[in-house]
């Protein structure tokens, strides 16, 4: 019997190679897998499981503005959105997004404007979002994450952002130097932050502003505390204050942006300022 088996295996597996459909047929004689040895399983996971995640990605497919639409939950319960021309199945969220709850708008198109301004009116509800600041982008950009990590990605949507064939459109492109661009200043800030911590401040009525550097302040954990200076960006009239590590105030590159509080001991690590 065990013989005969796995002979229709082989067979199958075989004939495999030649034609896909194969798989279905495959499938029913799964029941028998206790019989079949390592091999077999290897097999199971080349011909069955891989394929599978195949026909899963294919699942990922191209939308149109009018299928989308489909997904509203008007039709069924299924309530699809889409940011970026990303779309996302958002139907687990139903108290967020079904038929009357607040962020109902979202669903069956691409309003990715919204997620910034607000605005859920039907001019509000736009997926045009090119002339928004980097800090905008950036925080649409986490709204996009956030859909990754919570929600079923199910395709893309042909219009503003994704072509018929699923390539990305010259909006898009535009928009992706934006997000690059974007994480450059991110990294740079990160940095800054790192080598400039951010101060301590509180201010009270009668003393005025009071900034001071800890070993933690400003979030960054480190060995020095530093002493406070007003940080000026290259190009602005605005500064913040930053805690400076006494050991590189010597580099005149970087003294020029970093200025003293008049009412503040040079060496001191905390200054009252009066405002
Ligand atoms: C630009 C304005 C806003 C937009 C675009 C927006 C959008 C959203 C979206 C899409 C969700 C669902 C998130 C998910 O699927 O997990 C959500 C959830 C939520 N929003 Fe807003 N929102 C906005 C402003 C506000 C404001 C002003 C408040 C409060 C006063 C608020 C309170 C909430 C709360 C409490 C939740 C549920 C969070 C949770 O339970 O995880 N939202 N928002």
Known sequence: MITKLLS?????SIVYFFDDS??????HFSIY?????ITTYLDLIKYVVIPRIKSNESAQKLFT??????????????LYISILGNVFDVSDGVSYYG??????????RDASRAFISGDFSEEGLSDDVLDLSFQEL???????????????????LIGRYYRHNGDLTDYNKELQIKFLKIEEDNRMQEIEKQKFPPCNV?????????VWCTTQSGGIERNWSGVPRKLFLPG??????????KNDFQDLSISKFLIQYDECDPNSYSCYIKT
């Open 202 to 210: 509180e201010w009270t009525a009668n003393k005025g502003s009071h």
């Open 22 to 27: 194969i798989i279905d047929i495959y499938e």
């Open 236 to 245: 602005s009239k605005s500064y913040r204050c930053a805690c400076v590590n």
């Open 138 to 156: 950036n925080h649409l950009k986490q709204w996009l994450k956030m859909y990754e990590t919570k929600y079923k990605y199910k395709g893309k």
């Open 8 to 12: 229709i295996f082989t067979i199958l």
């Open 99 to 108: 038929i009357g709850k607040t962020y109902h708008h979202f669903t069956g």
């Open 65 to 78: 503005v009018e299928e989308l639409k489909l997904y509203n939950g008007e039709n069924n319960n299924q």
């Open 33 to 37: 897998i206790p019989f079949f040895n």
